[in-house]
């Protein structure tokens, strides 16, 4: 179970955090565990909820135990409205979920296909950048079109042309930009979602008028249509639209941790000179692990309290909202040596272990864990090589990271002019990360 016993004063429950957790964003949740000393759970109360924030050296296991907390009705209207979707895998719980997550990790973790899509990004952006040579652009606008295209063509996603990809790039990149705040960026998110669900049903349910191919799906598109959920029946095309989405939006969304590996190179000359040689081996995918646990991503995952859950000592109602807290577990000191420090060296030579880096969720990966982390992982290694061995510079900017933002990005977008020879120089230090 979740460790117990905390130290000193119990918590308030009775306060709500919401304007703390708007203003203080990735600091929030840190900052409400110092605040309240110990391991046990920390309650609170959030958008008017109850709350408990699991932390501890049992907290990931604990909270991706399925027999402590459950999905269903847990993401609220606006979060499944941009950046999941209704019905999506997300959603479910016990067979439904398992059967639907058996899908994601058939078509997301086979060694092969992992390969495939870092290969084929990797080629993109090789072209694209060639293409750019001596112009100055938003590293973050190019990465988003590079794995559109990527995708699009991995994935066998129906219906795209040139300018059908740049409005995927942009729509993704909208979804997980708007999810977590109010006002026009959710709303572009909103209608991003529903531009690329309306699209992506329609072609479902063109696929599947025509005659069923011969043999089993050849790309994960085909997959998804022909897939049979727990009940035996296909999904449904919304659904099916739903789920081709949550594999393309997250992908389109590493542009946010290639623009982080350029944050990175920029304040590092050596670290860009060894991804460039990646030497030792295997340093581009430590340096892949370092982005994904150094720069803030996914602040904090939610779930449910089931109907008779004890935690520490005490029956938590029926529904309470149970966190678990990413960007702070990233940078437990009791987890990470010096863990404000950018150290690619510490993933060299080994795994990471399940439990300790979660930028994308933890537990088993047949639970609730991200299907995709190894195709983040090898399309960010992949991507950091190539941008590493491509000579150019960086003008002078705002690359300070607003923690206060979910999610963030240097505030300039990390502009950059390729084609230069030279090794990364700020003309200004200015980023405030590190």
């Given amino acids: 179970m979740c460790p117990s016993n905390p130290v000193g004063a119990p918590p308030r429950s009775g306060a709500d955090r919401t304007l703390g957790l708007l203003l203080k964003g990735y600091g929030w949740l840190p900052g409400l565990r110092r605040d309240a000393p110990g391991d046990g759970p920390v309650a609170t109360r959030l958008f008017g909820r109850p709350v408990r924030v699991l932390r501890g050296p049992d907290a990931v296991a604990y909270f991706y135990d399925e027999q402590h907390a459950r999905r269903a009705g847990a993401l609220p209207g606006p979060v499944l409205d941009t950046l999941f979707g209704r019905g999506a895998v997300h959603t479910l719980d016990g067979p439904r979920h398992r059967a639907r997550k058996s899908m994601f990790l058939s078509l997301l973790t086979a060694p092969e296909a992992v ?8 080629a993109g952006f090789r072209e694209r950048l060639g293409e750019q040579d001596g112009a100055e652009v938003s590293l973050f606008d190019e990465g988003a079109l590079v794995l559109a295209r990527a995708v699009r063509d991995w994935a066998g996603l129906p219906g795209y042309d040139s300018a059908g990809t740049a409005r995927l790039a942009r729509d993704c990149v909208a979804m997980v930009d708007g999810f977590a705040t109010p006002g026009p960026r959710h709303l572009r998110a909103r209608r991003a979602r529903a531009r690329q669900e309306d699209l992506l049903g329609a072609e479902v349910v063109r696929v599947r008028a025509a005659p069923a191919p011969a043999g089993p799906p050849r790309t994960p598109f085909e997959a998804v249509v022909a897939h049979r959920d ?6 449904t095309p919304a659904t099916a639209a739903v789920e081709l989405l949550n594999i393309a939006r997250p992908t389109v969304a590493i542009t946010w941790y290639l623009t982080f590996a350029a944050h990175a190179m920029c304040r ?7 991804l460039a040689a990646d030497e030792p081996v295997g340093f581009a995918t430590a340096f892949a692990h370092e982005v994904r646990r150094f720069y803030p991503f996914v602040p904090f995952v939610g779930a449910l309290a089931p109907e008779g859950l004890v935690l520490d000592g005490e029956r938590v109602p029926d529904g309470t909202l149970l966190l678990l807290d990413v960007y702070g577990r990233n940078h437990d000191p009791a987890l990470w040596e010096e863990p404000y420090r950018f150290v690619p060296d510490r993933f060299l030579g080994t795994s990471p272990h399940t439990d300790a880096l979660v930028p994308q969720g933890g ?6 864990r991200c299907p995709g982390e190894d195709i983040t992982v090898a399309v960010l290694a992949g991507l950091a090589r190539e941008l590493a061995r491509t000579g150019f510079t960086v003008p002078e900017q705002d690359l300070r990271i607003p923690l206060n933002r979910i999610p963030p990005r240097p505030r300039d977008g990390l502009r950059i002019v390729v084609g ?4 990364p120089v700020l003309a200004r230090e200015v980023c405030g990360h590190d």
């Avoid at 727990?230 to 999904?235: I, K, M, Q």
């Avoid at 537990?363 to 609730?368: F, I, M, S, V, W």
């Fill in 230 to 235: 727990a009940d035996g029946l296909p999904l």
């Fill in 363 to 368: 537990g088993p990966r047949d639970g609730h």
């Fill in 420 to 423: 230069s020879e030279r090794d």
């Fill in 268 to 274: 590092r000359p050596a670290v860009r000179r060894r």
């Fill in 115 to 122: 390969e495939a899509l870092a290969r084929g990004a990797a």
